[in-house]
DNA sequence: GGAGGAAACTGGTCAGACCACTGGACAATC
DNA sequence: GATTGTCCAGTGGTCTGACCAGTTTCCTCC
């Protein structure tokens, strides 16, 4: 039984994790620049003093995210992540050090604006059967909601229903890599956002233009939901991201 | 010296990868049900004839691409890939035995032109120095491409120019993962693109606007571009997509 | 100088052992 | 009777060391 003794578990990260992060780091960094070769497995286990078996296992991740490429004989080379890696990348290129980068959440936040208006406008447009109860329910989730963190979630529970609505599974794949990426920011953004987002109103006439089939309705009441936090956020972060 | 025997490289697949790719299948065609356990890794080595170590590199693949849960001393679960697979999961999804899925094709066409526009407009926002010598030789390449394959990757280089001008990491890395999709299809595609396309017109009046960094004739100049192409894919595949 | 080929790399795969964790059965306890 | 604690079988996690399969290097031989 504790009592207020604050205690966190304990972090026990995998060795290939921890192996894992550190390539990535290098890679990220540029302490590895593309086109450089890696170590050979064998030297890379000795010097981080793990089994090859986990090195291969960190390698072969950084192989699949398109940060290395491995060549069976040849040495394994350092990818141009910028021109390679796709999406699933994001968490890690925003969450650096603990804290996050400005430059990327600037850029998270105009694609945001960008796709969620046109999720919203398809979801109209296909208005499937059954659409208006699953957004009403979402939002009186939202409404329910006192705590900052749970709000962002009821928020995101909102969109999940939007994007579902619009039937398009790379619209989908996109919500589902951005959310893997906020999720994990969620208390430290959430904080940012608690004063901005308590606009009930405008999910309530996203959902009624969804619901009436109104594609333009719902793209215009998208962007008007989206464009305050976004302003707020990409102000507050355009102040970080000065020293460029 | 081989003649003209149209000889094919032997397809010498790597074991983990034939793993991966079985299990893949089976969670995307839903031979595993979301929620359900996977056989144990040792089981699963002795039924497919293979180390464990293959097995474990494959399910650490599937782990990555979110399509299964592993838990240390618990069993392996499969996800709802729909709810959680990132976009780098789009090209397993758009090709399946080796033919093209219409539904996903759609998709990707609708999610293009939202996406396509928003960051020509962004690139002529921020219209770096040097913008408009890039453009003019990825036109210059692209009026020179005589095959319909070579064409579609010099149109692939001109976006990559206009993606890089953007400067948003989150587009960046969108348009790569949507290359990594496409590249793999298309001999296919290009072929029934290759009369709609050659308007070279249409690129030149977006690299004109993007230089100009007039934003709204970006998007506008990349909706014309992208419009006819979208349309005719968006008919051929409707058609095929019917028996749905 | 060029072609051929050995040798010394590299990554790929396997086998078997042992560690660390989970979850359920079961006994001890209250 | 319900709760707590213990144990144990089964699962994934890691290591070792061996061998297979490609690449690269470089040296020999023509």
Chains 1, 2 share one sequence.
Do not use: C
Request: aromatic fraction near 4%; glycine fraction near 8%; charge should be negative.
């Amino acid at each position: 039984m504790v009592g207020r003794m604050a205690l966190r578990p304990v972090a026990r990260r995998a060795v290939p994790d921890q192996v894992f992060e550190q390539l990535l780091v290098e890679v990220i960094d540029g302490g590895l620049r593309p086109g450089e070769s890696l170590p050979s497995e064998r030297e890379l286990a000795e010097t981080l003093g793990v089994s090859r078996a986990a090195v291969r296992e960190a390698l072969q991740r950084l192989s699949q995210t398109r940060l290395v490429e491995v060549r069976h004989g040849g040495s394994t080379k350092v990818r141009d992540f910028r021109r390679a890696a796709g999406l699933d990348l994001l968490g890690s290129l925003l969450v650096r050090d603990g804290s996050i980068d400005p430059s990327v959440a600037r850029s998270i936040l105009e694609a945001r604006l960008v796709v969620g208006p046109a999720v919203a406008a398809l979801a109209a447009q296909r208005h499937p059967d059954g659409i208006g109860g699953q957004l009403q329910r979402a939002i009186e989730a939202l409404a329910a909601e006192p705590e900052p963190v749970g709000w962002q979630l009821a928020a995101l529970a909102f969109w999940d229903v939007v994007v579902d609505a619009a039937d398009s599974i790379v619209f989908q794949l996109m919500f589902n890599s951005m959310r893997a990426t906020y999720e994990p920011t969620i208390e430290v953004l959430s904080a940012l956002m608690s004063g901005e987002l308590n606009q009930l109103a405008a999910y309530g006439s996203l959902a009624d233009a969804i619901v009436a089939g109104d594609a333009d309705a719902a793209r215009q009441a998208a962007e008007k939901l989206l464009t305050p936090s976004t302003n707020a956020l990409l102000s507050a972060f355009a102040e970080l991201e000065k020293p460029r």
